[in-house]
């Protein structure tokens, strides 16, 4: 672990962004991105509305002030100052006085999670609308409802955040998360913040390839991303999206669309060192959608826990603070950090002297008394590397192969190019 | 279900057909493909006896006019006009009076089905036999015994029958059933009767493939039929071989020698959509063995239900219209028609849109208000295809991958073709 | 079996060569290619100390006389006239007076196995030491102990015996089997048994390949042959590695390093059909290490019972007489004889008639009545012959596919060459 970056850390910046309201768009997301920038040196883009990107448009900017409504009695039923998720997302501004029937079809609520707000939007639909608990939704009487949803929608700017972290190779691993989702903890202030972690290990020190982190918001911001970054695209050569990491479920990586990448064999191998799963592509979900649509088809998958959807908290009011723990934040950044170790050393092993065993006694790598070699032995770790080292294997696929923990095979490496009998390309 | 083919169509067309004297060449087979081309317009070729075809000559032509066997005592033991299994089939004429002894090698019975008579044949043996049930010929005395069997096998000609339905497209779906055996129902009448109702279905409508239906005798009828195609054969693109689609096992699909063509891509897709199994390749059994050999290589697999040799009345009297059920031939023609449609659907897929997902909420494809979307939605099959479609995969294989029926993900396909994201070559 | 190789014969051979004090030089090793000279002609090589072979030196050679140690009290603790295990292997000559303290990095023993002497080498560490039952180690008293170790360590050579019975190619199959380890049974008596009985084999008849035999001291003696033969290595089609072969295990493959060669194959085969096992590839173990090396990589696997190291008598004394048994030793003798059977027959299968099934019944080769070919008749086993060979496929291929016995199959084999159906190349 990066020093510095414990719990209290992970609770401290998650606290802090948890008030704000995010979007795809809109000033939520400047402050956002702000609050990061104190941790690590952020650049802020702004892609105007209207900008063509991919298959799409940056659409108008949003930005709720604050949406009210009020019973026939004068009750107040929602109000965005006291949760953000009460208006749809998107929604347009409306100001009157309204029947029960007349709102009908502009209210949200899910019986599922009868005392929970949940989360809806509507980007591209130009629409209005409230979201309330179940509860409430179904207590409401006929009557006129006085509606003041304060909002804009205009030519503005879509904003995401990018910090690259300079390698000695140009080949570059890419770390994305979402900052589009408004007040909920898992979705995804634990990603936010196990993305800000691995940018603190990746500037901890000089590292082999460059690291590329990128704060956007869901769908749209991958796409404007990819859209920019066309130059790029080519030197990925490993990259994770990050999301949902603070629940109480196993860490789980999906796939890549190809099913079959290096980054889909270190993950598959860290995870299999710590209890993790590991589950096939499937092509929705986050903004792996984008980065491993047919026409980039990248080597990146996903690092979540629950699969989003299948909690009964997942975009609900009920995905607060109290449902995630920093601890669980920071043993997925303990993995994801394993796993970008592992892309660092993800080069060709060659066996310098393929013929016969290399005599490693006389190199001070083997017991000098002969007879009682183990299988799980240093010994036997030199012996797995230089019978796989044909070029084309790396630390990772030897570790694989051997059953053996890949730091151990790492290290067992490192000593073996140190005698020459190893070269790492 | 192709209009007008239901149970009491099968029923009629097997109750006609059951009595009529079949083998591998001869008036009976005649007689059949006339009632067949009562059903669909068959064109019937005659193939004089001593052609060359492949490794093979056209053998003689046998008819059979009737086979009687008297005992010591002048009862009749066998009589073909009651079962015409009880002659051997291609046995020569036999006329005289012969001791037990002297008819002893030429009895034939089958101890494991004592009341029913076995099916024998001899076509390339130049003997003469009677098949008996095994309680009969276990009881059979000492003594002279009468033999009449009136049979001609004398040069005349193979006969077959054979429909194309052309398509838009010169590449061939190959449809081939036997017409060999005499009186039995299951192998083969039911292969006749479903290969009927196919070709009933390929006429209904323009399909995109060409559609090619042979009634054949087996073995020397699909060699002679591949002897004289040698064009045609590099064109078929699927097909499968009928027969033994009455009995109540499970529908069963035999896949082709090679194992992984599209063809078994599809029956194995069909069949796990409604409990039907697949089994590997094996070297014997019907024309698959033909058109499967070594130099023909063809993508063809078998449809059946019970394997052959596996159920007691398997080439018995007890094979008889009691044992099948024209519910069970529809069942088939019904999983049949499902996998000639999916051929015609399997021209490759390609995303034009590939970069990035296209927006396909403006288009209507998506849910306007966002949040809620399901595994198993329309939504997630276009997300499916479009993830796949990279101009070398076809609907099954979207089906297969996603683990959605297939066709729902051939609707889905339409529609995308509809909006433009979708080419199908 | 080949004629005289029964129970009496094993026991014999290794009765005689039990007492002789191997290592990985000397004289002791001389002594045992000359007992194996008795049973078959072989070729001794003597290659001289300091000659440069890959990346290693030929050794001094070592001869022990004697080696003695008496406790405080006068007992002799230790004499390796009793069991030459007493001595580290390639310890050098002491001769004096020493206080307990000062011997004690000097002794070995092993606490698993407290009553046995266990057995330590020291090849290129430039000490000695002696070893001994754990229980006698730790009742050893303070005082002078008096050491008498009489043993050369001096410039001479390393001693292999080789012998190559020529086929009509000069493809080969290499067995080889280690002789450095002294008065232990199954490590390695076993190995030179079977290495013996499959040499007389090869002698027995005219082979299609060519067979070598080397008799070899481990790891050092492997990589010396392979030094030394560097234009036999590119004609090596298949190998195994001989050792553990008399202990109560189940007899055991380890894969060459490929994993999937000819060898791997063959011997999958005729272990499936006699209960045997398999196991993948490890880097370490006996000679297969240096065969499989990367630079080398050659399709030479491991016949063995119980892995080394995995059963307590494995390197001590009580790896004696007692431990194996000829009968096992036979035993595996007859699974190497089946699979040396069978890389003769590895030629690849070409049928002559590929298109449509060949007339079989008019070359006497299927029933003449037909409706009762049973599955493992032999009518199936001509053609799945007949749908697998391709020009790329071997009878041990159609074996493992059709899942019959492949000596069946090798017998259709030749019977569809006799009939002109089968070419084999």
């Known amino acids: 672990m990066t020093p ?4 209290t850390w992970v609770d401290q910046l998650m606290d802090d962004l948890f008030p704000l309201c995010r979007s ?13 920038g104190k941790e690590i040196d952020l650049t802020v883009h702004e892609v105007p509305t209207g900008t063509p990107v991919l298959d799409w448009l940056v659409p108008n900017e949003w930005n709720l002030n604050r949406g009210r409504l009020w019973g026939p009695d004068g009750d107040l039923v929602a109000d965005t100052d006291n949760c953000n998720l009460h208006v749809v997302g998107y929604s347009h501004a409306v100001k009157g006085e309204l029947s029960l029937s007349q709102i009908a079809n502009h209210l949200h609520s899910n019986p599922d999670m009868p005392w929970s707000v949940p989360y809806r939007t509507a980007y591209y639909a130009q629409t209005w609308g409230f979201c309330l608990p179940y509860d409430d939704h179904a207590s409401l009487l006929p009557g006129m ?6 909002a804009t929608l205009e030519p503005g ?9 300079p390698g000695t190779s140009d080949r570059e691993v890419l770390v994305s998360t979402h900052i589009c989702h408004p007040s909920m903890a898992n979705d995804n202030l634990t990603g936010i913040a196990a993305a800000v972690a691995l940018a603190r290990w990746a500037l901890s020190a000089q590292r082999h390839l460059t690291y590329r982190f990128v704060f956007i918001p869901g769908t749209i911001g991958s796409i404007t991303w990819l859209a920019r970054n066309r130059d790029v695209v080519p030197r990925i050569a490993h990259g994770l999206v990050l999301t949902g990491l603070g629940d109480p479920g196993p860490l789980t990586y999906k796939r890549s669309r190809r099913g079959d990448t290096g980054t889909d064999r270190v993950l598959a191998r860290v995870l299999a060192d710590r209890g993790g799963q590991v589950i096939d592509w ?31 908290q997942y975009h609900t009011s009920a995905d607060d603070l109290s449902f995630v723990s920093a601890e669980r934040v ?17 080069r060709p ?30 010994e036997s770790t030199y012996l797995w590397l230089l019978s796989l080292a044909d070029g084309d294997t790396d630390v990772v696929d030897v570790a694989a192969r051997a059953g053996l923990p890949a730091d151990e095979v790492a290290l067992a490496a490192a000593r073996l190019r140190d005698a020459g009998l190893l070269a790492q390309g």
């Open 24 to 36: 795809i768009t809109g000033n939520g997301n400047r402050a956002t991105l702000a609050r990061v």
């Open 4 to 7: 510095g970056l414990d719990a």
């Open 157 to 165: 700017a879509l904003t995401y955040g990018e910090l690259v972290v």
């Open 349 to 378: 092993l060659t066996n310098t002297a393929p013929e016969g065993e290399p005599q490693l006694g006389r190199r001070g790598l083997f017991a000098k008394i002969g007879g009682t070699i183990g299988n799980a032995s240093k």
């Open 145 to 150: 409802y006085t509606v003041d949803l304060d």
């Open 330 to 346: 920071l043993a997925a950044v303990d993995v994801a950090t394993e796993a970008l170790e592992l892309f660092d050393e993800r």
């Open 282 to 312: 499937y092509p929705y979900g986050y903004d792996e959608r984008q980065y491993c649509s047919l026409g980039f088809d990248l080597p990146i998958g996903r690092l979540s826990r629950t699969m989003h959807g299948t909690y009964p």
